[in-house]
């Protein structure tokens, strides 16, 4: 059987990694990650009891076998969202505008207490 025609998923931030899929001449699927042409570790299943097996190929594979390397996993996403970095043109005119809006109140409320205490008596 040919392998399926998929197109390999990359792992990871980097995109370095892939996992390509595999199918042997039983109809067995896997999948082989691998970087650039070079096999890292053989993802497969034993057919009998669907038992998941993961083959490291290389000495440079880490297995971990505790559930903390999946909550780990699951939260590198969620505790440091990507964060869009702002251009220096865009914070120096927002930085201005904020200067501009809070001279406005500044003047308007001087304006208005002058205006109040001379209607008021208070200053002449």
Do not use: C, K, Y
């Not at 699927?29 to 057919?47: F, K, N, S």
């Not at 038992?51 to 909550?71: F, K």
């Not at 780990?72 to 251009?87: V, Y």
Request: net charge negative; glycine share 8%.
């Amino acid at each position: 059987m040919e392998p399926p025609d998929l197109p390999p998923l990359p792992l990871g931030r980097a995109g370095r990694l892939e996992a390509a899929p595999l199918a042997n001449s039983n109809g067995d699927h896997a999948v082989l990650i691998r970087q650039a042409d070079q096999p890292r570790a053989l993802l497969t299943a034993e057919t009998r009891e669907d038992r998941l097996v993961l083959i490291p190929l290389d000495d440079r594979s880490e297995l971990r076998v505790d559930g903390d390397a999946l909550a780990i996993w699951l939260t590198q996403g969620s505790l440091r969202p990507e964060r869009p970095s702002l251009a220096g043109w865009a914070t120096a005119a927002g930085m201005v505008l904020l200067l501009v809006v809070v001279g406005f109140a500044i003047l308007g409320s001087l304006t208005f207490f002058d205006w109040l205490f001379r209607s008021l008596g208070v200053i002449r």
